[in-house]
């Protein structure tokens, strides 16, 4: 079955880091270019980084950038998201999403993983 | 990068057709013809319905479909369903960024 499953969501303090990670499993994952969504409770999607197939193409929403860092390992066919500094605005559900062949768009989305930063 | 304005919420009846706005720039919407639309119900993940505007994905039924003119997408749904009541988002390519996604509208069949 072609799928993504995120891991590794919980409770955090503020300052407080996590790393999320995602395992793609059913289609070549090397392949692909990855990103990371996330969805605050009741809000909308917020796109919030992207990576090349090799990994050495990488973006990220101003939201995150210099706080969260994205990477993948093609040999174990897993997507992670570094969290640093996080603030009680990042609790949200975290989805991994697959790029399509065309490029941009989310073609395969996991099921999410709760982050949520509070003391 | 501003998120792109979608009404809040769009109703319909059943059989009906209904068309959902999406609107940007010419820094994205307008300028590529990269325009995406998901559904989304709730506790679930999104599912990609258009992509590049017009496209259906393999699955999805022709009751969906999509356009574009200048800054402004568009999602139709016709003959309304009942499943078909769910959270829509678009997104598009942006100048400064590969993703930004819309304010998301609520779809409510009566």
């Known amino acids: 079955e072609v799928q993504l499953v995120e891991s590794g969501g919980g409770l955090v303090q503020p300052g407080g880091s996590l790393r999320l990670s995602c395992a793609g499993s059913g289609f070549t994952f090397s392949g692909y270019e990855m990103n990371w969504v996330r969805q605050a409770p009741g809000k909308g999607l917020e796109w919030l980084s992207y990576i090349s197939t090799t990994g050495r193409a990488m973006y990220y929403a101003d939201s995150v950038e210099g706080r969260f860092t994205v990477s993948r390992d093609n040999a174990k066919n897993s997507l992670y998201l570094h969290m640093n500094s996080l603030r009680a605005e990042d609790t949200a559900l975290y989805y991994c999403?697959?790029?399509?062949?065309?490029?941009?768009?989310?073609?395969?989305w996991g099921q999410g993983t709760l982050v949520t930063v509070s003391s | 990068q501003s998120a792109l304005t979608q009404p809040a919420s769009v109703s319909g009846s059943p059989g009906q057709s209904i068309t959902i706005s999406c609107t940007g720039t010419?820094?994205?919407?307008?300028?590529?013809?990269?325009v995406s639309w998901y559904q989304q119900h709730p506790g679930k993940a999104p599912k990609l319905m258009i992509y590049?505007?017009?496209h259906r994905p393999s699955g999805v039924s022709n009751r969906f479909s999509g356009s574009k003119s200048g800054n402004t997408a568009s999602l139709t749904i016709s003959g309304l369903q009942a499943e078909d009541e769910a959270d829509y988002y678009c997104?598009?390519?942006?100048?400064?960024?590969?993703?930004?996604f819309g304010t998301g509208t609520t779809v409510t069949v009566l």
């Open positions: 999403g697959r790029e399509s062949f065309g490029g941009n768009t989310v073609d395969l």
């Open positions: 010419s820094s994205d919407v307008g300028g590529y013809n990269y």
């Open positions: 997104s598009s390519y942006t100048t400064s960024r590969p993703y930004v």
């Open positions: 590049e505007v017009s």
